[in-house]
């Protein structure tokens, strides 16, 4: 049981909300709590999409805003018009390929967007700010699992974009008092993740006949928790978080990529076990790659959470989901498929 109090909140404002981990927790948040108000604020870039959230359309305590979280004067007006108390921060680009290629695209929305949200916070004296962040601010972690007060080491343009927004969170913490809350969380998988993260990327791909792709040798391993597990994460954290704490959203499962590639062969039956490195190759690996990251999250299971999902099983689940996938379900997703996704620049607008 849980004995403090807990936080109420009234009005919502949810970035992000279109895209893979933020749908999944706006919809069970909107249908769970049909007393508060959720405004969804999503730009709707190509790896977010509509159909993420129809279930939400129709509820009385959900209204959707398509702009951008860099928009201070419709950042501001949607605090003003929908008396905002909390705010919940998924909007972020989030793809460590694409960073490379394109790295002030993920400055613009991760830095400055939180920057303009955190300003805007401040002004309006919102009581709860959960700023969404990652567990690949802590860069490699080679012994036990990390916690929350560990450095922050950051070593691609992604993570360097998302622990430069931290720092300006804590900046807003101690100048202002701003009850801010940080997650850092491990991979997340599971239904309707955009395909140019690598389990629904493999399973496309094998799906199409086409083989998995693992940069370099694929020994890089990394730990897996299924959406669900982190949608009642973030619940218990919307009502028991303690304001200006940070805490690790975590799972102990952990696979490196070529172990990840084989399962998904055997799981789709393409392969017998033995015979699997018949359906990988080998792509040059990113410029630097995180061999990888370990993260304590004892503090969150002090809030009472606990992850349930169990690894077979929720894989089983995603496979089924991308195996009914319709084509149009994101704009132009194929080229999502390629080894080394590198967005187009031209389509995005940058500082």
Not at 19 to 30: P, R
Not at 90 to 117: E, K
Not at 128 to 143: A, K, N, P, Q, W
Not at 241 to 258: D, V
Request: overall charge neutral; some cysteine; proline content about 5%.
């Amino acid at each position: 049981g849980w004995s403090r109090m807990e936080y109420k909140p009234k009005s919502v404002l949810f970035t992000g909300g279109c895209g893979f981990i933020g749908s999944h927790v706006l919809k069970t948040l909107v249908k769970k709590y049909p007393e508060v108000k959720f405004v969804n604020l999503d730009v709707l870039d190509r790896c977010a999409s509509v159909n993420n959230i129809t279930e939400c359309s129709s509820a009385p305590n959900y209204a959707f805003c398509r702009g951008d979280v860099c928009n201070f004067d419709l950042v501001s007006h949607l605090m003003e018009f929908h008396k905002i108390d909390t705010v919940m921060h998924f909007a972020a680009q989030s793809h460590v390929d694409a960073s490379f290629g394109n790295p002030l695209a993920h400055t613009q929305t991760n830095v400055l967007g939180t920057h303009t949200l955190l300003e805007c916070a401040r002004r309006f004296e919102i009581k709860r700010f959960i700023h969404v962040s990652t567990d690949e601010v802590y860069g490699d972690v080679l012994g036990d699992g990390v916690q929350e007060n560990a450095m922050l080491e950051p070593t691609n343009p992604y993570s360097c974009s998302k622990a430069a927004a931290e720092f300006i969170t804590k900046a807003y913490m101690k100048s202002y008092k701003l009850p801010v809350i940080i997650t850092r969380g491990n991979n997340v998988y599971g239904p309707a993740q955009y395909p140019e993260k690598v389990i629904p990327k493999f399973i496309l791909r094998l799906l199409r006949g086409k083989k998995c792709c693992i940069h370099g040798k694929g020994e890089a391993r990394r730990s897996y928790i299924h959406v669900d597990d982190v949608v009642r994460a973030f619940d218990v954290i919307l009502h028991r978080g303690e304001p200006f704490h940070a805490y690790n959203i975590g799972s102990p499962f952990e696979i490196s990529m070529l172990e990840l590639a084989h399962q998904l062969i055997r799981e789709l039956g393409l392969r017998p076990a033995g015979s699997e490195g018949e359906l990988v190759e080998h792509v040059h690996d990113r410029n630097i790659n995180d061999l990888r990251y370990a993260i304590n999250d004892t503090k969150l299971q002090s809030l009472g959470w606990r992850p349930e999902v169990e690894w077979n099983q929720g894989l089983g689940k995603t496979i089924d989901w991308y195996k009914s996938l319709k084509d149009n379900y994101w704009p132009d997703y194929e080229e999502a498929l390629a080894p080394h996704p590198v967005r187009d620049p031209s389509r995005e607008s940058v500082i």
